[in-house]
């Protein structure tokens, strides 16, 4: 019973009233997504809470598998967007797609991440605040990363992030930019805290 609440976070309902952490995680993400996105259906609207396409098994490419955590606040996309137009600088381009939902969330455990950069002059290096999950990346080539979490620059390089229990960041949809890529991955950002073992340094696939 308990496995299926893994697989269907969303969707499962426990007969006898429990729930598992996954569903009270998700369960008011799904449901605000579908008050702003009434043209989605229940796959779409799964697939833009959790990651994961529902009709895909765990592990295929580009897929968010679960981790643990515990939601801290709920942010629209554009009230994230002006934060970093107030907190880092008045160009910052808008990182979360307009109409989506941000959350800051608490890490219940130590967790890795992946951050890719250029580590070019005027461009950007292994210590950052955007990190990915490394399934994210799996298997796409430097310029399919850049395209699918909108960078700007084509990375080169990749190392890992560890980020501690405890730990507090925002996850949300990469918004489309022009000239940088399309978006739609999932990204996470360090809220401007200067956190986190960035290490082990290394060449991404295909340079």
């Known amino acids: 019973m308990y496995q299926y609440c893994q697989a269907n976070p969303v969707g499962y309902v426990d007969p006898s009233g429990h729930t598992c952490e996954i569903v009270q995680n998700h369960y008011e993400q799904y449901q605000e997504y579908r008050k702003q996105h009434s043209e989605a259906n229940a796959a779409k609207a799964y697939e833009a809470v ?20 515990k939601k801290v606040k709920t942010f629209t996309a554009e009230e994230t967007n ?11 381009k808008p ?9 800051e969330i608490e890490l219940t455990e130590n967790t890795s991440f992946v951050r890719v950069y250029d580590n070019m002059p005027d461009g950007s290096g292994m210590y950052g605040s955007w990190v990915m999950k490394a399934e994210d990346i ?13 960078l700007p620059n084509t990375p080169k390089y990749v190392c890992d992030v560890e980020l501690e229990a405890g730990t507090h960041i ?14 739609g991955g999932t990204q996470y950002d360090l809220i401007g805290q200067r956190i986190g073992n960035f290490k082990n340094e290394r060449l991404l696939e295909g340079n």
């Open 50 to 69: 959790t990651g994961k396409d529902p009709l895909k098994k765990d592990g295929n490419k580009g897929g968010t598998p679960t981790f643990k955590y």
């Open 82 to 92: 002006q934060w970093f137009i107030d907190n880092v600088k008045p160009d910052y």
């Open 95 to 103: 990182p979360y797609k307009p109409g989506t939902i941000v959350n």
């Open 138 to 150: 799996e298997g796409l080539t430097p310029l399919e990363i850049q395209n699918k979490f909108a």
């Open 170 to 183: 925002r996850e949300g949809e990469v918004n489309p930019l022009e000239g940088w890529g399309s978006g």
